[in-house]
């Protein structure tokens, strides 16, 4: 198989390309990207950013094109000379932070990027099944119309009946953020090729997704950002009142369900994935059961809520159970467990 991940020296990316360059030694990986994390995030000091791209060196099956990708020449180049079974598109800025303070940069990583990606296939020879990472936050504030009840640690569903939000939730008129339209319009696009130019693409809108070696920052990758503080002995700050729930979802679950699309025969689809409501979690909940696993106190307070944060996004993963046969298999405790467990033995990336 010859399989394109653009973003491979990110998290997800670099847990595609980790499993197929294990999985088999003949398939052919090519990585791009342009290592601009700590740059997208205006963090450049607090962690190694570039660790992952570094740590797949060890793949004599991997090769490695330090490229934009808003660079359309060099893509159309790349597809002109590979003919890709699969494109994981898993490249761009990641944080709703950084979006409100610069939305245009923003723009040109995500929708831009993502327009120039489909673009150079549209003018190939090739036909590759192309998966999108997209996110919850295309649905916005419209998930805060859901009726939740409060209680003393977390928010819940009111409706009993109501399994989360699935592909059908409603996705207009309401407040974004510039994130959460960069990441809905490249979700457009890649359904639009679809249906316009008959390309293979399918999107999976993300929850939490959270594992080792994902090199989170106050700004996003929250779950792993509050167990490097809870090892250093920091205060995390908590933004509202810490009882915003989400589902969150073990990495290596992630990619068995990436795994599974690939090895379907399934063509433009929408997927919510998550965890589920058996996965879903709040801060306080996150921070009562570090204290636990680490026996320590934690320090935290509280500060003012994040604009258009949602009090709850549990993902509808039932299309997913269905369709790709998938389920999660490592649940949130034993997740976080493993992920503290490697932070633990990192600590030291964590400057
Ligand atoms: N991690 C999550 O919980 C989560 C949840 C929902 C959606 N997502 C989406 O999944 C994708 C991957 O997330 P991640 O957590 O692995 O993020 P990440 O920041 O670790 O990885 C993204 C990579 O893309 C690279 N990149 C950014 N712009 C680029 C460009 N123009 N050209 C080439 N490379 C570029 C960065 O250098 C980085 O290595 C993102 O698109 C994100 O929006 C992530």
Redesign the pocket.
């Known amino acids: 198989m010859k399989i394109l991940i653009?973003?491979g020296?990110?998290?997800?990316?670099s847990y595609i390309a980790e499993y197929y360059a294990k999985k088999d030694t003949s398939s052919q990986i090519h990585v791009?990207?342009?290592?601009?994390?700590a740059k997208?995030l205006n963090n450049s000091k607090f962690i190694n950013f570039d660790y992952?791209w570094h740590y797949l060196k060890k793949y004599k099956n991997i090769h490695f094109f330090k490229?934009?990708?808003?660079n359309l020449g060099f893509l159309k180049r790349l597809m002109k000379k590979n003919g890709y079974d699969v494109i994981c598109h898993?490249?761009?800025?990641?944080a709703v932070t950084s979006s409100l303070s610069n939305p245009y940069l923003d723009f040109e990583?995500?929708a831009i990027?993502s327009v120039n990606l489909l673009e150079s296939v549209r003018l190939s020879d090739s036909n590759p099944k192309l998966i999108l990472?997209?996110?919850?936050k295309v649905y916005g504030d419209n998930v805060n119309k859901i009726e939740l009840k409060e209680n003393d640690f977390r928010y819940d569903i009111k409706n009993k009946n109501f399994e989360g939000i699935s592909e059908e939730f409603d996705l207009d008129l309401c407040h974004h953020t510039p994130y959460g339209i960069s990441?809905l319009s490249s979700d457009l696009y890649f359904q639009e090729y679809g249906h316009s130019y008959g390309l293979d693409t399918n999107i999976f809108r993300?929850?939490?997704?959270?594992g080792p070696r994902?090199?989170a920052t106050e700004n996003?990758?929250w779950l792993v950002f509050f167990i490097i503080c809870a090892l250093k002995g920091l205060k995390i700050k908590i933004n509202g009142n810490g009882k915003q729930v989400r589902d969150i979802l073990y990495i290596s679950d992630l990619i068995n369900a990436i795994h599974s699309l690939i090895e379907k025969n399934i063509k433009n689809e929408v997927f919510c994935i998550g965890g589920g409501s058996a996965n879903s979690i709040s801060i306080l909940e996150l921070i009562n059961y570090l204290q636990e696993i680490l026996v320590g106190e934690i320090k935290y307070n509280f500060e003012n809520w994040r604009s258009a944060d949602q009090l709850l996004y549990i993902s509808d993963i039932s299309k997913a159970q269905k369709i790709l046969n998938w389920d999660p298999k490592i649940n949130f405790k034993e997740g976080i467990k493993k992920t503290v467990d490697w932070c633990r033995e990192n600590v030291k990336l964590f400057k």
């Open positions: 653009t973003g020296g990110g998290f997800i990316g791009i990207d342009n290592l601009s994390r997208l992952n490229e934009d990708i808003q898993t490249a761009g800025q990641t990583n995500n990027a990472c997209s996110t919850n990441k993300m929850s939490c997704i959270f994902q090199m996003q990758g």
